[in-house]
């Protein structure tokens, strides 16, 4: 066995082959059917129903919504990792296990929920309505239902690489000084700036998969409030799979892309770690 | 791609900052009060107002109404497929996790961070794209459609299907709780009880297992609540049928756009409930402090 160290510990060949198995007929398998249906397809019929009006329509408001909603959780989730770190407040440790509700919390309740609060008449919608906002079902629904959704994952991001800030270097900047600000800008943004970016690929990469939470808030009209995964699920109810397969495979390999992105953004940030403690 | 959780004793510098000069100077409080201002106005927009609505909705008419909602045989149908199915996914799962962690966190081999990627896949994909990939497989005009037929089995639109989608979606997460868990535990106790003589199995369950106890059972909860909470991949397969496909997330969106808010919001109350004795399970874990990373 050249694929691997030896080691006393017996379990090698059952567990990694179950594994495989297992992975293999779950996993791998079934994804690589949608790929092979959509690859099966005619191009040209593969390129009418990506590029036709209705998916571009719908890639705007899911990538548009879902950058936006990165975006805000990555300002208001610095805020929040920052409180959480820096601060301590009443309350403080329910409010740090409360950032992982969303992540529990299954979308159909979260949709419901939102759409409650921010209708003409929730709690939060009244108080809009008058200002000439409207929230629910609208493509501001759609950012706020995928600001919730992702929400733990870049605060969950910042809140380890904020705890990791030379306070020392904080404190010499200070006594030589720098305002607070130009201590912000020079010594805890760059020491955060990987979690920051990780933080808001992992919210983009929830964010524009997701379904059950933004169609109970979104309007679901076709080009105006229809994101990517309803106008599959859609084709799949036509019993038009091939075009729901075509569409699958666009967001599959954006999904790809940021994981890629993402895996590269963790190496980044560990070889800056690794060179810091040096 | 969950995200990284730190160390409770680590998550506040607060300590630190108790011989640190200059702290409590008149700006230094006002940054410190609009961060907390913040935080906390935007957690009670987003997080507190609609998990109080739920309560608040499903209530709306009364303690004896809310009770009523589940006394309807449809909403006691959908309650009873989402137990049956949490009951079927979730064992297959932490026993696959099981087996991931153990070939991953004990032994060296080519391909590991491979393999490791391939089985966070789920947590990359769209819930509707995990669904899809079952009606492909299996559906009518899929590719064992016409075989499946013949045969007279039914996979989409029925139990197996919604079963398959629910499996797909939640597998990674026993596995990937374990992992980190396990290889930092090391393998030097499980070393030793081999080389004293013990079997694997005997080694499994009188080692290995009261180590990771905590860190499994925050996985085996995480993925009985993603089991039971999941919508989009059921939703595809499902097919919706009243009493007999309808898993509690669906049965929501049902009562909901049929304006039954009083039933839509107690099922709800119930999922919610759940995501709530999730999260205490994994503070009394991270208590323990046998979950670290």
């Given at each position: 066995m050249s694929l691997r160290k030896p080691s006393v510990l017996p379990g090698f060949g059952l567990t990694l082959g179950f594994t495989t198995f297992f992975l293999s007929a779950i996993v791998l398998l079934p994804l690589a059917a949608l790929i092979l249906a959509a690859a099966s397809m005619p191009w040209s019929e593969l390129v009418r129903v990506v590029l036709s009006p209705r998916a571009l329509g719908s890639y705007r408001l899911s990538f548009g919504a879902s950058a936006l909603a990165a975006t805000i959780n990555v300002v208001f989730g610095f805020v929040i990792a920052w409180t959480l770190v820096r601060y301590e407040f009443p309350g403080r440790k329910l409010i740090d296990a409360l950032i992982d509700m969303p992540f529990a919390l299954p979308t159909a309740v979260s949709g419901i929920a939102l759409t409650t609060v921010f209708a003409q008449h929730g709690w939060i919608g009244r108080?809009?309505?008058?200002?000439?906002?409207?929230?629910?079902?609208?493509?501001?629904?759609?950012?706020?239902?995928?600001?919730?959704?992702?929400?733990?994952?870049?605060?969950?991001?910042?809140?380890?690489?904020?705890?990791?800030?030379?306070?020392?270097?904080?404190?010499?900047?200070?006594?030589?000084?720098?305002?607070r600000l130009y201590a912000f800008r020079r010594i805890i943004l760059p020491a955060v700036l990987p979690a920051l970016l990780t933080g808001f690929t992992l919210s983009f990469a929830r964010a524009v998969g997701e379904y059950g939470s933004v169609i109970f808030i979104a309007g679901n009209l076709p080009m105006k409030t229809e994101i990517t995964p309803l106008l599959i699920v859609i084709h799949l109810e036509q019993f038009d799979y091939r075009g729901a397969a075509a569409l699958g495979m666009v967001m599959l390999l954006i999904s790809f892309a940021v994981l890629l992105t993402i895996n590269l953004l963790q190496a980044w940030g560990r070889r800056r770690h690794v060179r810091a403690a040096h | 791609?969950?995200?990284?959780?730190?160390?409770?004793?680590?998550?506040?510098?607060?300590?630190?900052?108790?011989?640190?000069?200059?702290?409590?100077?008149?700006?230094?409080?006002?940054?410190?009060?609009?961060?907390?201002?913040?935080?906390?106005?935007?957690?009670?927009?987003?997080?507190?107002?609609?998990?109080?609505?739920?309560?608040?909705?499903?209530?709306?008419?009364?303690?004896?109404?809310?009770?009523?909602?589940?006394?309807d045989p449809d909403t006691a149908a959908a309650i009873r497929l989402t137990l049956t199915t949490a009951a079927v996914v979730v064992p297959v799962n932490t026993v696959f996790g099981l087996a991931a962690a153990w070939a991953i966190a004990k032994f060296e081999f080519r391909g590991k961070s491979v393999l490791i990627t391939l089985i966070d896949l789920p947590l990359a994909v769209s819930p509707v794209i995990s669904g899809m990939i079952f009606v492909l497989l299996f559906g009518l005009h899929g590719w064992f459609?016409?075989?499946?037929?013949?045969?007279?089995?039914?996979?989409?639109?029925?139990?197996?299907?919604?079963?398959?989608?629910?499996?797909?979606?939640?597998?990674?997460?026993?596995?990937?709780?374990?992992?980190?868990?396990?290889?930092?535990?090391?393998?030097?106790?499980?070393?030793a009880a081999i080389t004293l003589g013990a079997g694997g199995w005997l080694t499994f369950f009188r080692v290995t297992l009261p180590k990771i106890r905590w860190g499994l059972l925050y996985g085996v909860i995480l993925c009985n609540a993603r089991a039971m909470g999941e919508f989009g991949a059921v939703s595809v397969v499902s097919g919706h049928i009243r009493g007999l496909t309808n898993t509690m997330p669906l049965h929501i969106e049902i009562l909901y756009n049929e304006y039954h808010f009083v039933g839509a919001f107690a099922v709800a109350s119930l999922l919610t409930m759940l995501a709530a004795l999730t999260l205490a399970v994994k503070s009394l874990v991270e208590r323990t402090g046998y979950r670290r990373r």
């Open positions: 108080y809009l309505e008058p200002l000439g906002i409207k929230v629910a079902y609208t493509w501001l629904g759609v950012t706020v239902a995928l600001t919730l959704i992702s929400m733990p994952f870049a605060v969950r991001s910042l809140q380890p690489a904020l705890l990791e800030v030379q306070r020392d270097l904080e404190d010499a900047a200070e006594t030589l000084g720098a305002s | 791609m969950a995200a990284t959780l730190p160390r409770p004793e680590l998550i506040s510098a607060v300590a630190a900052d108790a011989a640190r000069p200059g702290q409590h100077t008149w700006t230094s409080n006002l940054v410190r009060w609009c961060f907390i201002g913040t935080s906390l106005a935007f957690l009670a927009a987003l997080l507190v107002a609609p998990l109080a609505t739920v309560f608040a909705m499903a209530f709306a008419r009364g303690v004896e109404a809310y009770f009523a909602s589940f006394a459609g016409v075989w499946l037929q013949e045969h007279a089995i039914s996979i989409i639109f029925a139990l197996p299907g919604i079963m398959l989608a629910t499996m797909f979606v939640t597998f990674p997460y026993v596995a990937r709780e374990l992992i980190p868990l396990m290889q930092q535990l090391g393998n030097d106790e499980e070393e």
